[in-house]
Each structure stands twice: as structure tokens, then as C-alpha cells.
């Protein structure tokens, strides 16, 4: 698995977007209503609700992935 760096919308609990490393983060990360959440990678424990196949493909296609969880170590 890749490394990501995960965001959080502030104003949605769990709404989660995932940038991997190699990627630049999307413009509307950069808008104040996301807030850095950590970073997620092989050795590190996912979310509950985090589905390798779908960030896989997601990513290719948006260069992020977005998902919604309800795991609160992942809930600022």
C-alpha cells in the first residue's frame, strides 16, 4: 500500500480525503475548511471504513480519495 497524507473536513465529523505522498494535494484542501489529519501507510493501522481497492482507483482517476468514516481515531 501506498502512503497518504489524510485530511478532514472540519465542518462534516468523518469526512476524510486522502492524498497519497506522491501526489500534490487538491486546491480545495487548501480552502481552510480541511484540516491535516495525519499520515496513513503500510505499517499504520487504515480506518475501519478504508478501502484499498477503491483509493486505488479513485486515485487514479482524481489523484485523491474520499471517504467517510466512523473510526474515532480518525476523528478530529
Avoid: H
Avoid at 17 to 45: H, M, N, Q, T, Y
Amino acid at each position: 500500500m501506498r502512503s497518504y497524507n489524510l485530511f478532514q473536513l472540519k465542518s462534516v465529523e468523518g469526512l476524510c480525503c486522502a492524498v497519497p505522498e506522491a501526489c500534490s494535494v487538491p486546491p480545495f484542501i487548501g480552502s481552510g475548511r480541511w484540516a491535516f489529519g495525519g499520515k496513513l501507510g503500510a505499517e499504520d493501522a487504515l480506518p475501519l471504513d478504508f478501502d484499498g481497492r477503491a483509493a486505488d482507483t479513485a486515485v487514479r482517476f482524481n489523484g485523491f480519495y474520499l471517504f467517510q468514516t466512523v473510526d474515532r481515531r480518525f476523528i478530529a
